[in-house]
């Protein structure tokens, strides 16, 4: 029953629907999982095993929904009636949500059953998940190592078959970054593909998604989050068919642009995440496309600043709506060092500098993507280094502004897609010599993620990932080392 959380979540509602398996089983199967991880993998924050099984006993064969009696996790930034919403944080003390977010509910409309939320670093700051509230998670290839972040309790879940699949949500590479350490497949959609509401406005940097270990999963996914809901200020143009069609059919001769270049001053890449990204550009080409090396589109654009002045607000607005929750201006003591600072420095900020760094976000956008008109896509490394040890990046620490600035090198190729709006998605094409995954980016054309999902599942195909499994249990992996 635990291997049978490593198939997809199409195949698992097919077994579901044609009662090869019950939803109670599978559901069951999960909560067994958790339990029995859990303690190792430190994923949730909130286990639902009462309203799970309920919810699952309802759910009966032939169920037409998609996904109906599939196991999923929610990120603990998103509000999910009935549980707690901590962000990660003791300033949002024990909420109990009254409400499901906008994806919650179309994720329950697509009949997924919901086992409980999943840790993330406090108010969803940084690429690791260690937060004072909940302690480090573990990344099941390798126990003393981050699974990323910000959704890096959703990654860990997934990779250890805990589920098989959880929602994310991604700000700056809060999605792809624990795709690539856990050996996933995470896209980030195009801005206003899926809706931020109802408590949210449109965000400049933030989207919802999901979690998965194949390409196929994550575009049937994306069919039932995507779309317009009543009020939004605005959203990406539909496909022309469903994302789970388009995905699995030929994307024709591409052009795709290569490029190492982080954009930031100090970053490093590891050989191994080199490596990835040339053996990649070989392999699509092989498959027909059309590779070109090209300066990396951003060369020239100093955007840290602008993106911390944009970043840190939304943080802080988080902070603000915690502290009226407790009833009161939030103190130092309710949060870690890092969002403290983040709040300090979002204070100072005044309006007049946050409109303006908005402003010159949006017109080095616009200069990113006249870069990169002529291309379909642009091949990068997901991570500039190997999954970092758990202790090394988090929010706590005499001098926390160091540590988002080493974040910044951790993790310096993701930014750009959401200052972008531009669609990425990260593939674990490899595995490097240490046994862990091993994942190359791709950029896709403004609200293409039809053509992204297509050439990545034609690289699914050419080079499945899906048989490599790590050994949650003992922090390793169970396959030999790809070359």
Known sequence: ???????????????????????????????????ELEPAINAFTHVA?????????????????????????????????GMP????????????????????????????????????PEMAILPTTESR????????????????????????????????????????????????????????????????GPELGQSFLSVDGVLTRTVADTAAALD?????????????????????????????????????????????LDPICKRAVRDAAELLSSLGHELEEVSAPWTGLDLLPDFTRAFGPMVSMTTMVGGRIAGREPAQADVEPLTWTLWRHALEVSSMDFQASLARLERAARAIVARTAQLDAVLTPALAQRPVPIGEITGLGPDPWANYQRSATFTPYTAIANITGL?????????????????????????????????????????????????????AHRTGHDA
């Open 1 to 35: 029953m635990a291997d049978l959380l490593f198939r997809s979540a199409t195949e698992l509602a097919e077994l579901v629907r044609e009662n090869e398996i019950s939803a109670t089983e599978l559901v069951q199967a999960s909560l067994d999982r958790i339990d």
């Open 49 to 81: 095993n009462e309203s799970a099984l309920a919810t699952a006993a309802e759910i009966k064969p032939g169920d037409p929904r998609p996904f109906a009696g599939v196991p999923i996790a929610i990120k603990d930034n998103r509000p999910v009636a």
């Open 85 to 120: 919403l901590t962000m990660g944080s003791d300033l949002f003390g024990e909420l109990i949500a009254q409400h499901d977010s906008f994806s919650v509910r179309r994720l329950r409309d697509a009949g997924f059953v919901i086992v409980g939320k999943t840790a993330l």
């Open 133 to 196: 509230r909940n302690g480090p998670t573990r990344n099941p290839w390798a126990l003393d190592r981050t699974p990323g972040g910000s959704s890096g309790g959703s990654a860990a879940a997934v990779a250890a078959g805990m589920v098989p699949i959880a929602q994310g949500s991604d700000g700056g590479g809060s999605i792809r970054i624990p795709a690539a350490c856990c050996g996933l497949v995470g896209l980030k959609v195009a801005r206003g593909r899926i809706s931020p």
């Open 224 to 268: 039932a989050l995507a779309g317009y809901e009543p009020g939004d200020a605005n959203w990406a143009p539909p496909p022309p068919a469903p994302y789970a069609t388009l995905s699995a059919t030929d994307p024709g001769r591409l052009r795709i642009g290569v490029t190492l270049e982080p954009g930031l001053e100090g970053a490093a």
């Open 423 to 475: 669609p990425a998605i990260s593939l674990p094409l490899y595995q490097g010599e240490d046994g862990l995954p091993t994942a190359v980016q791709l950029f896709g054309r403004p609200a293409a993620e039809p053509t992204l999902l297509q050439l990545a599942f034609q690289l699914e195909e050419a080079l499945p990932w899906s048989h490599r499994l790590p050994d949650p249990e003992h922090g």
